[in-house]
């Protein structure tokens, strides 16, 4: 078991800056091969926004927040970050964090354990 802990979000004006943080517990060594940040929208589904390899650091992202998220890791600490700059309000979303022992970074249903969520509103 993992559990998954998601802090910094809130409520922020366009153009400025967020960096959420998710604290990973209990077996990590023997579940987490990588470790990715999705978002739900009021009335939409879970998508996928980065994810990171755990053991390479290697990152992944999608195309609407290249050039402004970066995830990142602290391996010694079992923590991933997500520093979101030039936030813009359809940036607005319920942010998860979540642990995957494999397949395609970007499907949701490939991550086997879920943080609780931090909500990211971005106003006008």
């Known amino acids: 078991q993992v559990q998954l802990v998601e802090s910094g979000g809130g409520l922020v004006q366009t153009g400025t800056s967020l960096n959420l943080s998710c604290v990973a517990s209990?077996?990590?060594?023997?579940?987490?091969?990588?470790m990715g940040w999705f978002r739900q929208a009021p009335g939409k589904e879970r998508e996928f926004v980065a994810a990171?390899?755990?053991?390479?650091?290697?990152?992944y992202d999608e195309d609407s927040v290249k050039g402004r998220f970066t995830i990142s890791r602290d391996s010694a600490k079992n923590t991933m970050y997500l520093q979101m700059n030039s936030l813009k309000p359809e940036d607005t979303a319920v942010y998860y964090c979540?642990?995957?022992?494999?397949?395609?970074?970007?499907?949701?249903?490939?991550?086997?354990?879920w943080g609780q969520g931090t909500s990211v509103t971005v106003s006008s």
């Open positions: 979540a642990v995957s022992r494999g397949g395609s970074y970007w499907v949701a249903s490939n991550y086997r354990y």
């Open positions: 209990g077996r990590t060594s023997d579940n987490v091969w990588m």
């Open positions: 990171i390899n755990w053991s390479t650091g290697t990152t």
